[in-house]
């Protein structure tokens, strides 16, 4: 089974749309997050959850925001789509930082093309 | 705020070789993880080894191991006997033991691309 799994793995969409990347855990991880890698591989930290609590990167645009249902899920909603927008995300998970829970462990990615 | 460097864009080794791939990083906090992840073509973030800065013990996987000098903020990955399937995307990771604010989770560096040559 997979540990972190992430909806869909490619999302080609037009400007201006809104869509949703959604993200599943089954490890009982208490923490969520979301990574963007640009173009140039370059990975960022967008967005951290854990206990209810929401921890946004100061430069992650408002149009952005995760939503959890559940503490096994995180999805991520975007608005009205522009170009920059286009990178691949990754939804990752970890327990915390006791020994052995430091560890983020990551879904496979989304690749979002913004036409 | 912490930062990781990696300074070496592309290495390029032979197989069966040995290659080690630079990190540094800046920090004024004592407690800390360190770690390496591959990102192989299917993009896939693959955890390679984990250090705790409290352990003076470099971490070691099989064929990989770190160097990792704690004053000098440096955790270099040593990769021995390079095969193929080592061809990936390496990233440096630093990861903060206490909730200081800000978004929490890893600070990654900018990457080396490891080409293996046959």
């Known amino acids: 089974d997979t540990a972190v799994s992430q909806t869909p793995k490619y999302l080609v969409t037009q400007m201006g749309n809104d869509k949703s990347i959604k993200c599943e855990q089954n490890?009982?991880?208490?923490?969520m997050y979301w990574y963007k890698q640009d173009s140039k591989k370059f990975l960022k930290i967008m967005f951290s959850y854990n206990n209810k609590e929401l921890i946004i990167n100061e430069t992650v645009p408002n149009r952005f925001s995760p939503k959890s249902p559940d503490k096994a899920h995180l999805n991520l909603h975007i608005n009205s789509l522009e170009l920059g927008d286009s990178a691949v995300y990754f939804c990752?998970?970890?327990?915390?930082?006791?020994?052995?829970?430091?560890?983020?462990?990551f879904g496979s990615g989304t690749q979002l093309s913004v036409l | 705020a912490q930062t990781v460097t990696q300074s070496q864009p592309e290495m390029s080794v032979q197989e069966a070789e040995t290659v080690t791939l630079s990190c540094t990083y800046d920090t004024s906090e004592s407690d800390y993880y360190l770690f390496w992840y591959k990102q192989p073509p299917s993009r896939q973030m693959i955890l390679v080894i984990r250090q705790e800065a409290y352990k003076q013990q470099n971490a070691t996987e099989n064929r990989f191991s770190v160097n990792f000098q704690k004053a000098a903020k440096s955790f270099s990955l040593k990769i021995s006997d390079s095969q193929l399937g080592d061809a990936a995307m390496y990233f440096c990771a630093y990861r903060s033991m206490y909730s200081g604010g800000g978004a929490d989770g890893l600070t990654f560096g900018k990457g080396t691309h490891l080409i293996i040559q046959p």
């Open positions: 990752a998970s970890s327990q915390g930082r006791d020994r052995e829970g430091e560890k983020l462990f």
């Open positions: 490890l009982g991880h208490d923490t």
